[in-house]
């Protein structure tokens, strides 16, 4: 039986407002005891042959952080990442479970490609997986999935994500289902005729640059619509990559009447803005795209005051073949599961936001909005576990990260907070020394 010792350590875990220096002793995958450092700490390790210490001192001790919204591409898309591979990453990045979107090949949109999916992960992820079904056949945004099928098999939600529902027929049933079968639908909010053929945020950029824009309407308007079938239906529904300040601001009306809703925004929408474009880079390009200050200050706002439930990667690996292009013609989406606590703790260190805020929105708040008894090191809970140094810097190589692809707009960016281990179900698959 695995046995591990975590010493000395800053655990803070907004799930049971613990901030402080603690022992935790951890037994066949499950968090056995927690006492304060200053204990002595002889009785953990009496009679524990075999056990593994690791000395955490003037180290963060975080429950392990979950990415409610991962493309880990495979089944399909082998050559831009996979599932050992892409786990190996979110391992890197402090992550122990990642929900994979559906918009593989063949779409997740049956129990085959799920267990699948599953049994992969099992055989060489470094994660846990939990897939997120497609909610149409294929999806054309026409027919419902089978809700029950997918969920017997194993997923945790449902969404067409990377393809709006534009039938709100079609939205207002899958959102009636979503109440029996106990799965929230994930919306990708996104009207498409009035998003046409931008490729970037449409203002004052794109007009200098030349880029066909993408107004904050085309988000915002099927956020309404979405938010209205919620409320008409009482589903769950939760609002993907959240980018405007209308859509913070719809949100936040809408939790206060007391809508099933909740949302995540992710660290590039956090941390850019459509000034980053400027060089015209492709890896600024994704959807929705990098947006004014003004909605990176209301979604920090937001995350703030919950209206933001989530910090979501939507790690998106794109191969050289759809990057080295015209920005035109280029794919949408960013690698991010190897940056994400970085980028976020750089709002703690600029004042924006507090460590619990962003701690809270990478572990506890995921595993609410989708059920999965996770992000907590209450004693019993599943050993999954970050362990980070906030007092190192790293300089982002793509070269060397772990993801398939290096698809970054953070490349030679000096960031800071180091992760040191990650452990997972009481083992540890990531050690930063190796």
């Known amino acids: 039986m695995t046995r591990l010792v975590i010493k000395g350590g800053r655990l803070v875990d907004p799930s049971v407002n613990i901030d402080g220096l603690f022992n935790i002793y951890i037994m066949g995958g499950r968090v056995g005891t927690i006492k304060p450092a200053d204990r002595d700490t002889t009785e953990l390790v009496e009679g524990a042959p075999g056990l593994e210490v690791i000395d955490a001192t003037g180290l963060l001790v975080a429950p392990g952080m979950i990415d409610a919204h991962t493309h880990l591409r495979e089944p399909g898309f082998e050559y831009k990442e996979t599932i050992k591979t892409g786990t190996q990453a979110a391992s890197a990045g402090g992550f122990t479970s990642?929900?994979?979107?559906?918009?593989?090949?063949?779409?997740?949109?049956?129990?085959?490609?799920?267990?699948?999916?599953?049994?992969?992960?099992?055989?060489?992820g470094t994660a846990s997986v939990h897939p997120i079904g497609a909610v149409t056949v294929?999806?054309?945004?026409?027919?419902?999935?089978?809700?029950?099928?997918?969920?017997?098999?194993?997923?945790v939600a449902l969404s067409d994500d990377g393809v709006p529902i534009t039938d709100g027929t079609v939205m207002r049933r899958a959102l009636e289902y979503s109440k029996i079968f106990g799965m929230p639908v994930v919306s990708h909010a996104e009207d498409p005729r009035l998003a046409?053929?931008?490729?970037?945020?449409?203002?004052?950029?794109?007009?200098?640059?030349?880029?066909?824009?993408?107004?904050?309407?085309?988000?915002?308007?099927?956020?309404?619509?979405?938010?209205?079938?919620?409320?008409?239906?009482?589903?769950?529904?939760?609002?993907?990559?959240?980018?405007?300040?209308?859509?913070?601001?719809?949100?936040?009306?809408?939790?206060?009447?007391?809508?099933?809703?909740?949302?995540?925004?992710?660290?590039?929408?956090l941390t850019l803005t459509d000034e980053a474009v400027s060089g015209y880079s492709t890896f600024?390009?994704?959807?929705?795209?990098?947006?004014?200050?003004?909605?990176?200050?209301?979604?920090?706002?937001?995350?703030?005051?919950g209206t933001i439930d989530c910090i979501a990667t939507d790690h998106a690996p794109q191969s050289t073949i759809e990057k080295d292009i015209e920005f035109d013609k280029a794919s949408n989406g960013i690698v991010g599961l190897e940056t994400a606590f970085s980028l976020a703790y750089g709002l703690v260190e600029d004042g924006i936001l507090t460590l619990h805020d962003i701690i809270r929105a990478l572990t506890i708040n995921p595993s609410k909005a989708f059920s999965l008894n996770k992000g907590s090191l209450r004693v019993g809970s599943?050993?999954?576990?970050?362990?980070?140094?906030?007092?190192?810097?790293?300089?982002?190589?793509?070269?060397?990260?772990?993801?398939?692809?290096?698809?970054?707009?953070?490349?030679?960016?000096?960031?800071?907070?180091v992760v040191v281990k990650t452990v997972v179900n009481g083992i540890v698959v990531y050690d930063g020394a190796k």
């Open 382 to 417: 599943q050993a999954d576990i970050a362990i980070i140094d906030l007092s190192k810097t790293w300089t982002v190589d793509p070269k060397k990260l772990k993801s398939k692809s290096k698809n970054t707009p953070y490349a030679a960016k000096t960031l800071k907070g």
């Open 138 to 155: 294929g999806q054309k945004g026409e027919r419902l999935t089978e809700f029950g099928e997918l969920k017997a098999a194993g997923c």
């Open 284 to 305: 600024t390009k994704m959807n929705p795209p990098l947006r004014a200050q003004e909605d990176v200050d209301a979604l920090r706002a937001g995350l703030k005051d």
């Open 196 to 269: 046409g053929a931008g490729v970037m945020n449409e203002g004052a950029v794109s007009t200098r640059l030349g880029l066909k824009g993408i107004p904050n309407a085309a988000e915002d308007a099927m956020v309404a619509r979405d938010l209205s079938l919620a409320e008409l239906t009482g589903g769950r529904l939760h609002i993907a990559h959240v980018s405007t300040k209308g859509a913070v601001e719809l949100i936040r009306s809408a939790k206060a009447r007391g809508v099933n809703v909740t949302a995540e925004a992710t660290p590039h929408h």
């Open 98 to 124: 990642v929900l994979c979107m559906a918009n593989t090949n063949p779409v997740n949109d049956n129990e085959s490609v799920t267990r699948y999916i599953l049994d992969k992960a099992k055989a060489e």
